[in-house]
């Protein structure tokens, strides 16, 4: 069983957890930090090997690695099984289509659920600026700047547009000189698994936990699980990324199942990927990234 308790941590000790004061104090910040996480996680099974945690810095470049190498589009295309509250009700819709999913690093997403005889049934893209959704005929596109919800969550969407960008673990952890040092992420370390979690901070400086990556330390190091938190702490988005292996020359292992569940409202996604593609060639001006309302206009 796991359990879950409130805590707060101070920014120095937060600071402390990443180094920017004495070890000790450090090491006094991350046990908070974990003993308020999960706890009870069970032992990785015996006889698998079980590597060594990582240091913060290489755990982070393990996560980061895969997207600086990408150049360019890349595009999966699989089988979709989902279950997703519909964006003009209250009803839930079931799908198993065909997904064709477009991704250009850091931020460009377009995604669709495709029937051979009735085309689209349900569209989410994203360009770092406009977000959009799509998933009823009889009404026009969701679409909306990123700017008009400056903590990134829509409440009108089953899915949010820039969470199913970071399920793919493909967008990177803040680190590093040019990350301001209460970005980083701090690191705990369990039986199975090390996490890198990222914090926010309110307006008094109390922290809360934002996001958490954990990579696996069974027979693999692998990015396997990406968490997202609301400000209560509650789960939003539970990302489960397996059946890793080298996609195509050139290209680093990426997940061939993504499996998303969204336990607020009971919506379920999994994406069972055939092949990964990589177009070096083509990038963020494809058609695909242009919000709804640009193409229609452009259309009249």
Not at 86 to 91: K, L
């Amino acid at each position: 069983m796991r359990t879950w308790k409130r805590w707060r941590m101070s920014r120095r000790e937060v600071g402390d957890a990443l180094g920017l004061r004495g070890s000790r104090l450090g090491a006094a910040a991350l046990a908070v930090a974990g003993g308020a996480l999960l706890t009870g996680c069970p032992a990785p099974p015996r006889n698998r090997e079980v590597f060594d945690p990582l240091p913060l810095a290489q755990a982070v470049e393990l996560i980061n690695a895969p997207p600086a190498r990408l150049t360019g589009l890349l595009r999966a295309t699989g089988d979709v099984r989902a279950r997703v509250r519909s964006a003009t009700s209250d009803r839930i819709k079931q799908y198993d289509l065909e997904g064709v999913l477009l991704f250009v690093a850091p931020d460009h997403l377009h995604f669709d659920l495709r029937h051979e005889l009735a085309g689209e049934q349900l569209s989410v893209g994203s360009n770092g600026v406009y977000y959009w959704y799509d998933d009823d005929p009889d009404y026009a596109p969701i679409c909306r700047r990123y700017d008009e919800f400056p903590d990134g969550y829509d409440p009108e969407l089953p899915i949010q547009p820039r969470q199913l960008v970071e399920a793919l673990g493909l967008s990177g952890v803040p680190f590093g000189p040019d990350a301001h040092p209460l970005d980083q992420p701090v690191q705990r370390v369990e039986d199975a698994d090390q996490q890198l979690l990222l914090l926010a901070y309110d307006a008094a400086g109390a922290p809360r936990l934002v996001k958490e990556y954990w990579i696996s330390r069974v027979d693999r190091r692998a990015l396997h699980r990406i968490v997202f938190r609301d400000a209560m702490g509650c789960v939003e988005m539970i990302s489960e990324l397996s059946e890793h292996r080298a996609a195509d020359t050139g290209l680093p292992s990426l997940p061939y199942r993504i499996q998303i569940n969204w336990p607020k409202d009971g919506s379920s996604l999994e994406f069972r990927i055939r092949r990964w593609e990589h177009r070096p060639e083509l990038g963020r001006d494809l058609p695909a990234f242009t919000p709804p309302i640009f193409r229609d206009a452009a259309e009249d």
